[in-house]
Structure formats: structure tokens, C-alpha cells
Nanobody, 119 residues
Framework: QVQLVESGGGLVQPGGSLRLSCAAS????????????MGWYRQAPGKERELVAA?????GPEYVDSVKGRFFISREKNVVYLQMNSLTPEDTAVYYC???????????WGQGTQVTVSS
């Protein structure tokens, strides 16, 4: 069973930055293999969960249009990071880490971390 542990959320003023981290562990797969895909989703109150950014082991990063040029995703083996710059109140949401062990397997979710952008 893959476990995803997130960290780095919090309260930040508009224009500020935060860095989220997520580490995958808990199975033989994560010990010996690289997850095929890792990424971040977010869900704001009253809205559907949306993909923010993702990166696969055989491709480049993908971003939702609203964060392009402000957010940057990176990974080191089975740890994924989301650097969030120039934050706005519209970025306020619970951010969820997501990981997919192989191209054809189901994904796993983290517990979520709250990001609040407010003055």
C-alpha cells in the first residue's frame, strides 16, 4: 500500500511563496521503483478538485493554465515538490498529492494540506 505524506502548507500573504512536498513510501514498489506519475491537485470550497501540476517519469511537467509561470513542479525519485510563487487568494484550497505507480495502475492520494492566501 502506497502512502503519500505531504507537508508545506500554511497561511501566506498575496504575492508570497510556499513550497509543498510529498513523499511516497510504504510498499516494496516505492523502495525499488520510481512512481510513473506524481502530481498535485487542489480543491477550493464549493469547487471540484482540479489538477494543478503533474510530472511523469517519461515526460515533461504539465500545469493548469491558471498557474503557468507561477508554480513549478519537480521530483526526486519518489518525492514531488510544488514551488508556488506569486500566490493569490484564488490559490486558496486544500492541495492533494497524487501518485500513480505505473501507467496502467490506479492512483493514490495524500491526506491534503491547506494553503490559504490572505492578507
Amino acid at each position: 500500500q502506497v502512502q503519500l505524506v505531504e507537508s508545506g502548507g500554511g497561511l501566506v500573504q498575496p504575492g508570497g511563496s510556499l513550497r509543498l512536498s510529498c513523499a511516497a513510501s510504504g510498499s516494496i514498489f516505492t523502495t525499488f521503483f520510481i512512481m510513473y506519475s506524481m502530481g498535485w491537485y487542489r480543491q477550493a470550497p464549493g469547487k471540484e478538485r482540479e489538477l494543478v501540476a503533474a510530472v511523469t517519469s517519461d515526460g515533461g511537467p504539465e500545469y493548469v493554465d491558471s498557474v503557468k509561470g507561477r508554480f513549478f513542479i519537480s521530483r526526486e525519485k519518489n518525492v514531488v515538490y510544488l514551488q508556488m510563487n506569486s500566490l493569490t487568494p484564488e490559490d486558496t484550497a486544500v492541495y492533494y498529492c497524487w501518485a500513480q505507480p505505473t501507467r496502467y495502475s490506479d492512483g493514490y492520494w495524500g491526506q491534503g494540506t491547506q494553503v490559504t492566501v490572505s492578507s
